[in-house]
C-alpha cells in the first residue's frame, strides 16, 4: 500500500519530465495559503520572445492531497502554449487556475469530486458506529470518552496527519485548529492547546501505526489510506465499504480556470484527470472465506430427511452470495456412486451430486479439496467430483486428475481484479498426493508453495493460498503453520486461508498480507462446542489492497446448519474475542519473525 501511495506524488523524475514536456523549469514549495506557481510564456508564435505572462496556480487551502500535483502537472504539460515554470511568490490576487474546496470569484469552478475520511479504530473495540455530532464534538475538543461512541467510558485519543487537519474541520463544520508548524514542535504544543490534545502525524501511514498499536485511539483516515490493520467505523449508521446512501463525511473540490488561459475543452480535460486522483471511498471487492464445509455422515442425513440440499445455507446464504467472490474448504467427495454412511463413528465422508445445489445457492465461486477426506470414495469418486463442481459452474483448487492440475491456481475475477486460489493438504498429502498420472490432491510443500505463488503472481493480481494444516481441536497455530504462512507471504501471497483444526485460531498480520490460520467449521456435525463454533472471514479490497477485514461469527445448528452470530455480544463476541486471544503475539502491525 505503501508503495501505492507513493505513485500519486511528484517525483523529481515526473517534474524533469514534465519540465521537458513545457519546454521549461518547475518548481512547486509550500508557501502561505497553499502551493503557488508561477508560469511564464517564454517563446511568441514567430518564436521570439515574448513578455512574460504569469500563470498562477493555487490550491486555495491546505490539505489538498499531495497526489494531485501529478495530475495536476499532466493537465499543464498539456497546455498548448509552451510554458516555463518557476517559483513564485504567494500572492493575494485570484488565481488564472483554481484547485481548492472554496472557489474564488472570477472563476468559474466546477465540483470534479470529493475528499472522504473515515473514522478509524483498533480491531480490538467493539465499538461499530459513531453518529457525525459525536465527530464534530470530538473533533472540535480535541479528545472525547468513549461513552460517546457506546463503549465503556474511557478517555479517547484522537490522532490525525496534518494534512487533513482542515479538511475534516470543513467537512465538519467547525473552526480549523491550529496545528503549530513541524518545526515548532513535533509532537507536543502549548499546554491545553488544541494540538496538545490530539495526535498529529505528518503522514496518514504514522496515524495507521498509531490506532493499530493503542486501544484508546480513534483515527481519522482519508479514504484512500484505509488499511486493513485498522478498523472502520461507520457514521451516521453508513457503512463507508458497503453503503447505499452518500458518505456524511467529507469535502467538495472544485477546479476551474480563466477562460483566457484555458479552453473550455481543455477546463475538461483537467477536470477529468483531477476527478480520477480524488481520494473518494473507493469501489471495493468484497472476498468472503469459510472454513470446512462437510455435507457427509449426518449433515447428509438432513439433507436426505429435509429433501433440501440448499438447507444448510438457508440463513447464511445471503450474506454469502451478496460477496463478489466467495471460497470454502469442501471436506469431502461428491459423487453419485457413493453410498452415503450416515453413522457418526464412520470418518469416510461423502455425498450426491446434488449437494452441488447448496453450493450455487449459497453463491461460492471456488473451493479447495486439498484436504485429507478428498479420497475418502476412491479416484472415480474424486474424477466425478471435479465434473459436478465444473457442471454447476463452481471452481476448484488443490486436487486435480494429476500432480499438475492439483497444484493449478483456480482463478476468480472480481470487477477486473484476478483472484488466484491455491490448495495444500498437509495432513494427507503423503497418501492422497496426486501423482504424474494419479488424480489426487497437492501436499504441501513449501518449495512448491513458494514456487507456485510466484508463477500465480504473473497470472493474477492477488493470490490466496488455502492450507489444510495443523492440529485438529487447537486454538493455538503451530510453528509449522507460521513458517508456511510466512513463505507464502514472503512470495507474494496477500491473503492466507487456513483449515482443518476445527477450532477458530488466529489472525495475523504480516509484510502487508492478512493470515487467518484456521476459520474453524462452517458446515459439520461435530457435537461439541468449539466445533460447532466458526467465523467467515469477509475481506474488503480496494483493486489489489486489502483494506478492511470483518469477522463474522456463526453457530452450527442441527448438525448442519450455520446462522450468524451478533460479533459484538454473547456467543458471538466470545468466538471473536477466542481469535483475538489466540493472536495476541500475532495481532501487531507488520509482526515480523
Not at 459513531?130 to 473533533?139: G, N, P, S, Y
Not at 472465506?289 to 438457508?314: I, S
Not at 442441527?558 to 459484538?568: E, G, S, V, Y
Request: aromatic residues 8%; contains cysteine.
Amino acid at each position: 500500500m505503501a508503495g501505492d501511495r507513493q505513485l500519486g506524488k511528484l517525483s523529481r523524475r515526473r517534474l524533469l519530465g514534465v519540465a521537458s514536456a513545457v519546454g521549461g523549469g518547475l518548481a512547486l514549495g509550500p508557501l502561505a495559503g497553499g502551493l503557488v506557481a508561477e508560469a511564464s510564456r517564454t517563446a511568441g508564435s514567430d518564436g521570439t520572445s515574448a513578455p512574460a505572462s504569469p500563470l498562477r496556480i493555487a490550491y486555495r487551502e491546505p490539505g489538498v492531497p499531495d497526489a494531485l500535483d501529478d495530475s495536476l502537472s499532466r493537465v499543464l504539460a498539456g497546455v498548448d502554449q509552451p510554458l516555463a515554470f518557476t517559483r513564485a511568490a504567494p500572492f493575494a490576487a485570484s488565481p488564472d487556475l483554481y484547485l481548492g474546496t472554496t472557489p474564488p470569484d472570477g472563476i468559474a469552478a466546477r465540483e470534479v469530486g470529493r475528499l472522504d475520511f473515515v473514522p478509524v479504530t483498533h480491531y480490538r473495540r467493539w465499538e461499530q458506529s459513531v453518529t457525525r455530532e459525536a465527530l464534530r464534538t470530538i473533533f472540535a475538543a480535541g479528545t472525547g470518552n468513549w461513552s460517546a461512541l457506546g463503549g465503556r467510558a474511557g478517555r479517547l485519543d484522537l490522532a490525525i496527519d496534518r494534512q487533513s487537519v482542515p479538511l475534516v474541520a470543513r467537512a465538519l463544520g467547525v473552526a480549523v485548529p491550529r496545528v503549530p508548524a513541524v518545526s515548532e514542535n513535533p509532537q507536543r504544543y502549548a499546554e491545553g492547546s488544541w494540538a496538545d490534545r490530539v495526535r498529529v502525524f505528518e503522514s496518514a501511514d504514522r496515524v495507521v501505526e498509531y490506532v493499530s498499536t493503542n486501544q484508546g485511539a480513534l483515527g481519522i483516515l482519508p479514504a484512500g489510506e484505509l488499511s486493513f490493520e485498522v478498523r472502520p467505523l461507520a457514521v451516521g449508521g453508513v457503512q463507508p465499504l458497503r453503503r447505499s446512501q452518500p458518505w456524511p463525511l467529507g469535502v467538495s473540490v472544485f477546479f476551474g480556470a480563466r477562460p483566457e488561459v484555458l479552453s473550455a475543452s481543455q477546463v475538461a480535460d483537467c477536470q477529468a484527470q483531477l476527478a480520477a486522483s480524488l481520494g473518494k471511498l473507493p469501489e471495493t471487492i468484497t472476498l468472503t472465506a469459510v472454513g470446512d464445509v462437510m455435507f457427509g455422515r449426518r449433515t447428509d442425513l438432513r439433507m436426505v430427511t429435509y429433501n433440501d440440499y440448499t438447507h444448510p445455507f438457508l440463513n447464511v446464504a445471503q450474506e454469502l452470495a451478496a460477496a463478489d467472490v466467495t471460497v470454502a474448504n469442501m471436506e469431502n467427495p461428491i459423487s453419485d456412486r457413493i453410498t452415503v454412511n450416515h453413522n457418526y463413528g464412520t470418518y469416510v465422508f461423502g455425498t450426491s451430486t446434488r449437494a452441488t445445489k447448496g453450493l450455487t445457492f449459497a453463491g461460492f465461486d471456488a473451493v479447495s479439496l486439498a484436504n485429507n477426506h478428498t479420497l475418502n470414495a476412491g479416484q472415480g469418486a474424486l474424477l466425478d467430483t471435479f465434473r459436478a463442481l465444473n457442471a454447476a459452474n463452481v471452481k476448484y483448487f488443490g486436487a486435480g486428475a494429476n500432480i499438475a492440475e492439483a497444484r493449478r491456481p483456480a482463478i476468480v475475477q472480481a470487477k477486473g481484479v484476478r483472484f488466484a486460489f491455491l490448495g495444500y493438504d498437509d495432513i494427507t498429502g503423503s497418501a492422497y498426493g496426486a501423482g504424474p498420472s494419479r488424480p489426487g490432491n497437492a501436499p504441501l510443500n513449501v518449495n512448491n508453495v513458494i514456487a507456485d505463488v510466484k508463477a500465480a503472481r504473473q497470472k493474477a493480481d492477488v493470490v490466496v493460498p488455502f492450507f489444510h494444516w495443523g492440529v485438529e481441536y487447537q486454538l493455538y497455530p503451530s510453528t509449522r503453520q507460521r513458517e508456511i504462512a510466512k513463505a507464502a507471504v514472503e512470495a507474494g501471497a496477500g491473503l492466507v486461508l487456513g483449515s482443518h483444526p476445527h477450532w477458530v485460531q488466529a489472525i495475523e498480520f504480516y509484510r502487508g498480507a492478512l493470515i487467518a490460520y484456521s476459520m474453524g467449521n462452517f458446515v459439520f456435525d461435530q457435537p461439541w462446542l468449539e466445533t460447532q463454533q466458526g467465523i467467515a472471514l469477509r475481506t474488503t479490497w480496494r483493486k489489489t489492497d486489502l483494506v478492511s477485514f470483518d469477522i463474522l461469527p456463526v453457530h452450527i445448528f442441527d448438525m448442519n446448519q450455520p446462522r450468524w452470530l451478533d460479533p459484538t455480544a454473547g456467543e458471538g463476541r466470545q468466538i471473536v474475542e477466542r481469535v483475538y486471544e489466540a493472536s495476541m503475539a500475532n495481532f501487531r502491525r507488520r509482526a515480523q519473525s
